[in-house]
C-alpha cells in the first residue's frame, strides 16, 4: 500500500534547525525523484527541495544554501535538514514523488513553525 509519513516538525526560533524525515513505501521511492514540499493555509503546495535517485539535488531558491535534502535508498527515507530557519519557513511540509504519476496519496505532513 502506497504510503508517506512526515515527520520531525515543531516550533523553533528563527535562526535555529530542524530535521524532517519521510518514510516512503517503495512503490513510490524506487527510482523516483522525491521532494519535499510545503504549503501555508489558503495558498498553493510550493516545491521546496528534490532529489533524485542518484543523488542529485535542487532547491527553491528561497531555502537554497539553508536547506539539505538527502535520501537513504536503502531505508526509503528523504530528509530534509534545515538551517537557518526564517518565519517565512512556517508551513506544513510534505514529501512525495516528483511525477505526478508516481505519486502516492499526500500523508498528513509534519508542521513547522519558526517564530521570529
Sequence with gaps: QAQLVESGGGLVQAGGSLRLSCAASGSIFSRNAMAWYRQVSGKQRELVATVFSGGTTTYADSVKG????????????????????????????????????????????????VSS
Design 66 to 113: 539553508r536547506f539539505t535534502i538527502s535520501r537513504d535508498n536503502a531505508k526509503n527515507t528523504v530528509d530534509l535538514q534545515m538551517n537557518s530557519l526564517k518565519p517565512e519557513d512556517t508551513a506544513v511540509y510534505y514529501c512525495n514523488a516528483v511525477v505526478i504519476s508516481k505519486r502516492g496519496p499526500w500523508g498528513q505532513g509534519t508542521q513547522v513553525t
